[in-house]
């Protein structure tokens, strides 16, 4: 069965530092990886995925993600955090041989401090 | 605004009494989930569709849920005999399958149900 962990309840990071958001995951094919943004009062909004080829992803509001496959990892990160980067951040996996079934984390909140 | 659109935003019920929700996907999705979020937790998957056929179920969704999709455009779950576990945010997301599809799910806003 797929699974998916976000180790930390929450991460504190200071404006202008970098930031990594970790996720780990389990499944038995290949993975088809996400994370999801979700603001207070607001829907969960697609940030960034991989899904096959190169290990580093680049999505939305200057986010990226490595995919490592050795370690089952794909931390989010961001070389430069800004205060308007504080909300609620989950990864999601859906294995390639379980159908279209796509399991959250439990989510990480990030604070930016100014 | 052509993202997901669900309805209503928020229902209160009575324990024991039935409730019916509405998504309404983006126009060119033709897949479509159900999620539920309680508070700290991550969306749990609930069902999918592709078009109108309903291809997989989670084992939350006990007998007392229904999810329909008529037509393969807006769906409806319905929840029977509600009960106070059942209380939480009920997530709609739809995607774009086939060969050129870009597997990320677009979620509506939710339905923030509460059971008294």
């Known amino acids: 069965a797929q699974s998916v962990a976000q180790p930390e309840d929450q991460v504190n990071v200071a404006e202008g530092n970098p930031l990594t958001v970790k996720c780990t995951y389990s499944v038995s094919g290949n993975p088809y990886l996400f994370w999801y943004v979700q603001y207070p009062n607001r829907g969960l909004q697609f940030l960034l995925k991989y899904i096959t080829g190169d290990n580093l992803v680049k999505g939305s509001y200057g986010f990226e993600a490595e995919f490592n496959k050795s370690q089952t990892s794909f931390h989010l990160k961001k070389p430069s955090a800004l205060v308007s980067d504080s909300a609620l951040y989950f990864c999601a996996v859906r294995d390639s041989d379980g159908g279209f079934k796509t399991i959250f984390g439990a989510g990480t909140r990030l604070f930016v401090k100014a | 605004d052509t993202g997901v659109s669900q309805d209503p935003r928020h229902k209160i019920t009575k324990r024991g009494q039935n409730v019916t929700f509405r998504c309404d996907p983006i126009?060119?999705?033709?897949?479509l989930y159900w999620y539920r979020q309680t508070l700290g937790q991550g969306p749990e998957f609930l069902t999918y569709f592709q078009n109108e056929a309903q291809l997989e179920k989670s084992r939350l969704l006990s007998d007392r849920f229904s999810a329909e999709r008529p037509k393969g455009s807006f769906s409806t779950l319905e929840i029977q005999r509600t009960e106070q576990g059942d209380s939480a945010m009920y997530l709609c997301?739809?995607?774009?399958?086939?060969?050129?599809?870009?597997?990320?799910?677009?979620f509506g806003p939710g339905t923030r149900l509460t059971v008294t």
């Open positions: 126009s060119e999705h033709n897949r």
């Open positions: 997301a739809s995607s774009l399958g086939g060969t050129s599809g870009s597997y990320e799910q677009y």
